[in-house]
């Protein structure tokens, strides 16, 4: 596909961006404290990062999602983790928002999340649902105006940092499975919500990510977001979204393996000659081109759909993840295996992008998840 | 109150530089990028509206796809965008260009508390020529090499940044002001800028809409009426690229190592 002029010139803003502001420094600081960077937050928000999406009667910069697929290739070509920072507001935290909030649920809440003054994450995995988010066990209980959350959510991405969250609770006990399931916005900052430990994880270093905890934690009836007992059809909707994001992030690393993989194998020389001569290791860099490749047409053909309002984007996007994010993880494993040793060593950049791309095929739905849902499409 | 800066769109040196038979630079076929002194001068105009609100106006003179380049300073913040163009004003040298500008310029108008900005030079001629012509033939007082400018009424504080040290000049509005790197670290587009700026105003101003101004004379415009013709044009051969460690500690050393280890030269 070829990018419309203003596509062109917003991929021109977000390369530079990253390009000139990702610096080694701050890449190896995130990795080696697992902390939030807010000064790399706040830069990005002045730019309209955080709303890239979000409407501009929101608050947001009136973007579309080939400009969001746009942004998190281009952020994680240079660096997975920062593109999760500019990610979750425009997907799984404005995403539910977006889709299901009432109008003056969306005028509270989704500008101070557009400018990157307040952070919104999404919770909806819990140590006995993953895959199966029916599964949920946290209720939310009426109690006069009010609803009453007892439950654990856990590897919610931001949660350290957030401000507010969404959660999926179940509100009719005497359903099962994804029935009977519904949306909250809740204050992280209200009595009874605690945060578990930082999880000490594989990649994604400088992006905390914690279980949440909520005990008899009160919130109003305004806090419901989309009709009673239908939650969980939302959840599903948001994530279609947040699969492009994760596909677009899937094609930036992918794009980072290649441009590392090309750089060194030009550079380094054994038997007297650069091993990109011997074609053992230019063959397994076509490869890498030609898949990465086919998996950028996939997510542009996806959010193109999306834009469209097409009822074949969700699908379109569960294919362009489960493609992009496994392609990530044979490009990342082939410039690993150009690099040789060094690409084993963690001064080297190939060892990041690694282990950076094992999350790909897991989080906003595993790769058999998605295989799943594509299965679906064919079969029912 | 605005200020109208002129920039131009220049080919990307870091790439290989074509040259024409007649010794000018072969721009269709070379990557282009806005001139890096220019973007300091917008930065400059665009932080000046930030304080006080002045409308930001570029101008520049190109070929039409120069567009491309207007419509990213909009999405930057500039306000408006004028591009002069004509097939007649093709070729023109420092002598004739700035002739071009300063009669658009004087035909789009400019007021007692208005500036006007150039950056110091281009990366492609390195002449530093244009900015003070244009203030030469529009009769304002210009104010060379600014390291830095404040701004009290209708008076400007610019601290010129030489090569032996700084002077500081007082300076009335109107005037030209030219900018150095030093200035200022130019911004980046805002997402909001590039959605919107394809709706943004760029005018056209073609010969026919300047050649009654009294500064336009057919006979000194273009490649034909330009006094300095160009010689010969030739890509110099390329230096290695060099890499400074600062320190005398033993972390430098190590860093040197690491550098050498890591390019497989130790």
């Known amino acids: 596909m070829i990018l419309d002029k203003k596509h062109a010139l917003q991929r021109k803003l977000f390369r530079e961006f990253a390009e000139n502001e990702f610096t080694k420094e701050l890449q190896d600081e995130l990795e080696a404290t697992g902390e939030f960077n807010w000064d790399i937050h706040n830069k990005m928000a002045k730019y309209g990062f955080m709303g890239t999406k979000i409407p501009e009667v929101y608050g947001g910069q009136g973007g579309d999602y080939l400009s969001y697929a746009i942004m998190d290739e281009e952020l994680a070509r240079q660096n997975l983790c920062l593109s999760i920072y500019a990610n979750t507001s425009n997907s799984l935290g404005g995403g539910p928002l977006m889709i299901a909030g009432s109008e003056e649920q969306k005028q509270k809440y989704l500008p101070p999340v557009a400018s990157g003054e307040k952070i919104l994450v999404f919770g909806l995995t819990e140590p006995g649902a993953g895959s199966d988010a029916g599964g949920t066990t946290t209720t939310a209980i009426p109690d006069g105006d009010d609803f009453i959350i007892n439950g654990r959510k856990c590897f919610i991405s931001g949660a350290p940092v957030a401000d507010w969250i969404i959660i999926f609770a179940k509100t009719d006990l005497t359903k099962k499975g994804s029935r009977g399931i519904s949306m909250f916005i809740v204050d992280m900052n209200l009595p009874g919500v605690s945060l578990g430990a930082h999880e000490k994880k594989m990649g994604i270093k400088g992006y905390p990510t914690c279980d949440v905890v909520f005990e008899d934690v009160r919130i109003p009836k305004e806090n419901l977001i989309g009709p009673l007992h239908k939650g969980f059809q939302y959840a599903m909707k948001t994530l279609d979204g947040g699969r492009l994001g994760v596909a677009a992030m899937s094609v930036g690393l992918g794009q980072a393996c290649i441009d590392e993989a090309v750089k060194y194998a030009k550079e380094r020389k054994q038997f007297g000659r650069p091993i990109a001569d011997f074609q053992?290791?230019?063959?397994?860099?076509?490869?890498?081109?030609?898949?990465?490749?086919?998996?950028?047409?996939?997510?542009?053909?996806?959010?193109?759909?999306?834009?469209?309002?097409?009822?074949?984007?969700?699908?379109?996007?569960?294919?362009?993840?489960?493609?992009?994010?496994?392609?990530?993880?044979?490009?990342a494993y082939k410039a690993v295996q150009i690099h040789g040793g060094y690409g084993y060593i963690a001064e080297y950049r190939v060892e990041r992008l690694y282990r950076d791309a094992r999350i790909l095929s897991i989080f906003e739905g595993t790769s058999q998840i998605q295989q799943v849902v594509i299965a679906n499409g064919l079969l029912k | 109150m605005k200020i109208i800066v002129t920039v131009k769109q220049v080919p990307d040196t870091s790439g290989k530089v074509a040259v024409n038979a007649d010794g000018t630079l072969d721009r269709a076929s070379m990557q282009t990028i806005i001139n890096p002194d220019d973007l300091n001068a917008v930065e400059a105009a665009l932080s000046l509206k930030d304080e006080y609100g002045y409308k930001v106006v570029v101008f520049t003179m190109g070929p039409a796809p120069a567009e491309g380049m207007l419509r990213e300073l909009m999405a930057m913040g500039v306000d408006e965008t004028v591009l002069v163009s004509a097939r007649q004003f093709g070729g023109s040298d420092t002598y004739a260009t700035s002739q071009i500008l300063a009669a658009a310029i004087d035909t789009y108008g400019f007021d007692d508390e208005d500036i006007i900005m150039a950056g110091r030079q281009a990366i492609d001629g390195d002449t530093a020529?244009?900015?003070?012509?244009?203030?030469?033939?529009?009769?304002?007082?210009?104010?060379?090499?600014?390291?830095?400018?404040?701004?009290?009424?209708?008076?400007?504080?610019?601290?010129?940044?030489?090569?032996?040290?700084?002077?500081?000049?007082?300076?009335?509005?109107?005037?030209?002001?030219?900018?150095?790197?030093?200035?200022?670290?130019?911004?980046?587009?805002?997402?909001?800028?590039?959605?919107?700026?394809?709706?943004?105003?760029?005018?056209?101003?073609?010969?026919?809409?300047?050649?009654?101004?009294?500064?336009?004379?057919?006979?000194?415009?273009?490649?034909?009426?330009?006094?300095?013709?160009?010689?010969?044009s030739f890509t110099p051969p390329q230096k290695g690229v060099g890499m400074m460690l600062e320190g005398s500690g033993k972390e430098t050393t190590d860093k040197l190592v690491g550098i050498l280890t890591a390019k497989h030269i130790i």
């Not at chain 1, 294919?319 to 994010?325: H, S, V």
């Not at chain 2, 809409?209 to 006979?219: F, M, Q």
Request: charged share 25%; glycine share 6%.
């Open chain 2, 129 to 232: 020529q244009v900015g003070p012509q244009i203030a030469e033939k529009l009769h304002l007082p210009q104010v060379t090499y600014a390291g830095d400018i404040k701004k009290d009424g209708k008076v400007l504080t610019v601290k010129r940044m030489l090569e032996d040290g700084y002077m500081t000049i007082k300076v009335k509005t109107p005037c030209m002001i030219t900018c150095i790197k030093e200035l200022n670290e130019p911004r980046y587009m805002t997402v909001n800028g590039t959605v919107k700026c394809w709706d943004m105003p760029l005018t056209v101003m073609d010969y026919e809409a300047l050649k009654d101004h009294e500064l336009i004379d057919a006979t000194t415009i273009g490649l034909k009426g330009s006094p300095t013709n160009i010689y010969k």
């Open chain 1, 280 to 331: 053992g290791v230019s063959f397994m860099i076509a490869d890498m081109e030609a898949e990465i490749e086919a998996a950028r047409q996939l997510v542009y053909h996806a959010a193109v759909l999306k834009d469209a309002g097409d009822p074949e984007a969700g699908l379109a996007c569960s294919k362009a993840k489960y493609f992009a994010a496994e392609a990530a993880n044979r490009a």
